[in-house]
T-cell receptor
Framework: SQQGEEDPQALSIQEGENATMNCSYK?????LQWYRQNSGRGLVHLIL?????REKHSGRLRVTLDTSKKSSSLLITASRAADTASYFC???????????FGTGTKLQVIP | EAGVVQSPRYKIIEKKQPVAFWCNPI?????LYWYLQNLGQGPELLIR????????DSQLPKDRFSAERLKGVDSTLKIQPAELGDSAVYLC??????????????FGQGTRLTVV
């Protein structure tokens, strides 16, 4: 079973635009992570945000976490064609020591 | 530094045949995971090891799937007998953190299994 659900399922934007994708989850978490997957490099960790954090930045990535709404968002600024990939959120469920992945958002950046 | 290494990359077998996948995690990583990923879906955890101990195998279909991690390093995942529905990508990951995934996990390229 998948704990998180990403929204939208698919997103197509022009190079240079910003991309925002959201993740909603069902139960309390210790932390939430975002991963990227493309055919060339497999699954790659992007960023981890802990339950007591609200925002985190890494280069062109900005992640927010709202534990009251059980949701997180990933913003990619100034997108590039190389950002074309599927993006997954992964939640570490509090009390279960189990990490579950969401269903993913497929991002296409058009040059 | 070498990443997580999996082999084979691709495997095609007939149903009812056995199959095995191998994973070599990053040196020094205590935690090892096996995930299954169906097309268009996120990875689903099959089993998690802390050193040589399987601490979470609740999602592993134990009637046909088995796994081992001898000496707390390399790991193998076996399916016997394989069914058509087992066709998927099998991912291995490792992390340095103990317990749940509270640190970055590094994934291998996966083994794409096709059962015909």
């Amino acid at each position: 079973s998948q704990q998180g659900e990403e929204d939208p399922q698919a997103l197509s934007i022009q190079e240079g635009e910003n991309a925002t994708m959201n993740c909603s989850y069902k139960t309390s978490i210790n932390n939430l992570q975002w991963y990227r997957q493309n055919s060339g490099r497999g699954l790659v960790h992007l960023i981890l945000i802990r339950s007591n954090e609200r925002e985190k930045h890494s280069g062109r990535l900005r992640v927010t976490l709202d534990t009251s709404k059980k949701s997180s968002s990933l913003l990619i600024t100034a997108s590039r064609a190389a950002d074309t990939a599927s993006y997954f959120c992964a939640t570490d469920l509090r009390g279960y020591q189990k990490v579950t992945f969401g269903t993913g958002t497929k991002l296409q950046v058009i040059p | 530094e070498a990443g997580v290494v999996q082999s084979p990359r691709y495997k095609i077998i007939e149903k009812k045949q056995p199959v095995a996948f191998w994973c070599n995690p990053i040196s020094g990583h205590n935690t090892l995971y096996w995930y299954l990923q169906n097309l268009g879906q996120g990875p689903e955890l099959l089993i998690r090891y802390e050193n040589e101990e399987a601490v979470d195998d609740s999602q592993l279909p134990k009637d046909r799937f088995s796994a081992e991690r001898l000496k707390g390093v390399d790991s193998t995942l076996k399916i016997q007998p394989a069914e058509l529905g087992d066709s998927a990508v099998y991912l291995c990951a490792s992390s340095a953190g103990q317990g749940a995934l509270n640190t970055e996990a590094f994934f291998g390229q996966g083994t794409r299994l096709t059962v015909v």
